[in-house]
């Protein structure tokens, strides 16, 4: 069924609200498969995608890269044994396989990042798409497929960097921001061992954060209880995205300890704690294709469940402008109805 039409919503220029679009599915490679999507979460890397923050976009621009489907059809390398099959896709759709890092396994790393994207040509908000047969994982059964949409980036994100810097069930971490990507670190984090703090701007998900997991909720305005955590925390993964002051944040960190950027934050800081102490800052980006399947095997043995809100796919710009606003709660699954 090569190039069968596609319906999706597109964002024909940018920044511009998602608009009803109808194309022509890619032809079917050799080594692809085609899945018809049931679900697909939205990130906020979807909304930075619109507004082209990364330089990268093309438009019309169809959003969309936690995908979860039935595969319909397989390219001709590909067992047909996979057509029917439910599969999660994450942001990635695809690797180049002849750089040093997609050679190392690190494909994730792949040097041509900008074509691998799961939404090259057309993501996830869409009635189909087409990937690499590698980059379409199996699904567990016991997880919903409203969950695992969510698992395939939020999941893999966390999960990944959480498992890279695990020692010893006596490491302190703290998580600072709980929303899409902390409140779901808090819940890995706890399933693994570590001894988890939530810190949070937001004093009312206190009693939320220790709910997910978190063993201790730090307010991050409240200077005095700060204060009382210097060198704490073996480990700080910030999940947010906006500013912070960095010279109290890396004052709780104990010394050799680490932040780790899971989201894209604006650095500020002071390089004399960082030398004094031998702090570090590190960013860590999904994970390959072994830390997806890890991932989600993980997931189902600890029944991680992120905390969601299911809306038609229809409603993607009401979708989106709640999450801009702040209001979802905290990620948003679209559910196609096409």
């Given at each position: ?225 700060l204060g009382k955590m ?47 102490h031998e702090l570090s ?53 679209l559910q196609n109805d096409?």
């Amino acid at each position: 069924m090569e190039n069968t039409m596609n319906i999706g919503y597109a964002a024909l220029t940018k920044g511009a609200q998602l608009t009803r679009f109808i194309y022509k599915a890619p032809p079917l490679k050799q080594n692809e498969v085609r899945i018809a999507i049931t679900h697909c979460g939205l990130c906020g890397t979807d909304i930075q995608g619109i507004d082209n923050y990364y330089q990268i976009v093309d438009y019309p621009f169809v959003p969309g890269h936690e995908i979860v489907g039935i595969i319909t059809e397989a390219g001709s390398a590909v067992s047909p044994s996979r057509i029917g099959e439910r599969v999660g896709v994450g942001w990635q759709g695809r690797s180049c396989m002849q750089c040093e890092w997609c050679l190392k396994g690190d494909v994730h790393l792949c040097m041509e990042v900008a074509e691998n994207g799961s939404w090259t040509p057309y993501g996830g908000f869409s009635s189909s798409i087409t990937v690499e047969d590698g980059f379409a994982y199996p699904l567990p059964p016991e997880i919903p497929s409203e969950v695992a949409a969510v698992l395939m980036c939020a999941g893999i994100t966390v999960y990944t960097a959480l498992k890279k810097f695990y020692a010893s069930p006596s490491l302190n971490i703290g998580i600072i921001g709980i929303g899409g990507l902390g409140h779901l670190a808090i819940t890995f984090a706890k399933a693994m061992g570590y001894k988890v703090t939530a810190i949070s701007s937001s004093p009312h998900k206190c009693e939320e954060a220790l709910t997910l997991g978190a063993d201790w909720f730090i307010d991050s305005s409240d200077r005095a209880a700060l204060g009382k955590m210097e060198f704490s925390f073996d480990l700080l993964f910030v999940t947010a995205h906006g500013g912070f002051v960095w010279e109290r944040m890396l004052k709780i960190l104990k010394k050799k300890g680490k932040v780790v950027l899971l989201g894209f934050p604006d650095i500020n800081v002071d390089s004399v704690d960082l030398v004094a102490h031998e702090l570090s800052i590190e960013g860590s980006f999904v994970g390959n294709q072994n830390n997806m399947r890890d991932m989600l095997q993980f997931a189902q043995k600890h029944a991680i469940r992120p905390m969601i809100e299911v809306m038609p796919m229809s409603h993607v710009n009401e979708a989106i402008k709640r999450l801009k606003q702040n209001q979802a709660h905290y990620r948003i699954v679209l559910q196609n109805d096409f």
